[in-house]
């Protein structure tokens, strides 16, 4: 029989603990983390994104890193290209083109153009 791991990155079912991270780029300069949480409330933040019909990219070593964001901050320059991959993705989806997201407001209630999960 297999004894379980003690890790402290799992849950009580010794699953990594799911993860979202909520990003809003629209009138910023550069991608804000906007809100991040696991288990429970990862599963609020992608609930809340596809009620206001916002996409959910799944990436989990892009989460892992933008999860140790603090909420409010930007993301670090080392994520610009990995986080412009997620928003092309988004664009193309959306039917826009760079710099629509400056002149396009976000339905009311919605707080982010992106949100990325694993």
């Given at each position: 029989m297999r004894r379980p791991v003690n890790n402290p990155y799992s849950n009580a079912f010794g699953k990594p603990p799911r993860q979202a991270v909520a990003l809003e780029y629209g009138q910023n300069v550069t991608p804000v983390v906007t809100a991040n949480g696991s288990d429970e409330l990862a599963e609020r933040i992608i609930a809340e994104a596809?009620?206001?019909?916002v996409y959910v990219a799944e990436d989990p070593r892009l989460v892992a890193m933008l999860a140790q964001i603090d909420t409010g901050q930007?993301?670090?320059?080392?994520?610009y290209t990995a986080v412009a991959v997620i928003l092309s993705w988004v664009y193309w989806l959306r039917g826009m083109v760079p710099g629509d997201e400056k002149t396009i407001a976000a339905p009311e209630g919605e707080a982010s153009n992106n949100r990325t999960n694993n």
């Open positions: 596809r009620k206001h019909g930007p993301i670090p320059e080392h994520l």
